[in-house]
């Protein structure tokens, strides 16, 4: 039967957009691997792998009026809602793990998201100030019954674990700032995230 090439290339979004979400929650992360050259190359070489992948970025699965799925995620532009085919659509499915959080845990569908978007990046990835980055923003989110953040702070490091010599994309990148490495600091990434597997229900591919 011959199909006119509105109708193939709408039967294509409606598979792409169902094959995106049928296997997520709301309150699902979705850890992403990106390739952003200098910096990914230095946060890989310090942060951890989980199933030989290092993961660059985090987000939040939100679902708006029924059936729209996006992700809430901090970025440079700040906290935003993203469509979660244009997410999707960066890095591709294979980039991409789900973490599915147990339910002992406050997940942001029972969290009020909707005051965070539009805050700024923080740029300086300082965990106090009122600007965040992808992780920060779920540490802040995700916490326990007794309202206590599940995920854990670790002192972070901007160094070469081989040479222990600051990172020169860190060093540029810190000066254009005008403030201090905040080597030592407290902080996390989607690396640590990923690995702490005592608080998830479920760790599985996107493609899956």
Same mark, same amino acid.
């Given at each position: 039967m011959y199909l006119p090439k509105i109708i193939i290339l709408l039967l294509t979004f409606f598979v792409v957009n169902n094959s995106s979400s049928q296997n997520l929650k709301e309150g699902d992360l979705l850890f992403q691997y990106l390739s952003c050259g200098d910096f990914c190359d230095a946060i890989e070489k310090v942060t951890p792998a989980y199933q030989n992948t290092h993961f660059s970025h985090v987000a939040i699965v939100v679902k708006k009026n029924q059936n729209q799925w996006f992700v809430a995620e901090a970025v440079n532009k700040g906290v935003s809602l993203t469509d979660l085919n244009t997410?999707?659509? *960066? =890095?591709?499915?294979?980039?991409?793990?789900? !973490? *599915?959080?147990? %339910?002992?845990? &406050?997940?942001?569908?029972?969290?009020?998201?909707?005051?965070?978007? !539009?805050? /700024?990046?923080?740029?300086?990835?300082? &965990? =106090?100030?009122?600007a965040y980055y992808c992780s920060e923003l779920v540490y802040f989110l995700y916490k326990d019954k007794k309202g206590h953040p599940i995920f854990k702070l670790? /002192?972070?490091?901007?160094k070469d674990p081989e040479t222990n010599d600051y990172f020169p994309a860190?060093?540029?990148?810190?000066?254009?700032?005008?403030? /201090? &490495?905040?080597? %030592?600091?407290?902080?996390?990434? /989607? !690396? =640590?995230?990923i690995n702490q597997t005592e608080i998830y229900e479920k760790i599985f591919p996107l493609r899956k």
């Amino acid at each position: 039967m011959y199909l006119p090439k509105i109708i193939i290339l709408l039967l294509t979004f409606f598979v792409v957009n169902n094959s995106s979400s049928q296997n997520l929650k709301e309150g699902d992360l979705l850890f992403q691997y990106l390739s952003c050259g200098d910096f990914c190359d230095a946060i890989e070489k310090v942060t951890p792998a989980y199933q030989n992948t290092h993961f660059s970025h985090v987000a939040i699965v939100v679902k708006k009026n029924q059936n729209q799925w996006f992700v809430a995620e901090a970025v440079n532009k700040g906290v935003s809602l993203t469509d979660l085919n244009t997410f999707i659509a *960066r =890095s591709g499915k294979e980039n991409i793990y789900v !973490g *599915r959080v147990k %339910n002992y845990y &406050i997940i942001p569908k029972i969290i009020d998201i909707e005051p965070y978007i !539009g805050k /700024p990046y923080d740029t300086v990835f300082d &965990i =106090s100030n009122k600007a965040y980055y992808c992780s920060e923003l779920v540490y802040f989110l995700y916490k326990d019954k007794k309202g206590h953040p599940i995920f854990k702070l670790n /002192p972070m490091t901007f160094k070469d674990p081989e040479t222990n010599d600051y990172f020169p994309a860190w060093v540029e990148y810190f000066n254009k700032m005008n403030v /201090p &490495i905040p080597e %030592n600091k407290p902080g996390l990434n /989607p !690396g =640590s995230m990923i690995n702490q597997t005592e608080i998830y229900e479920k760790i599985f591919p996107l493609r899956k």
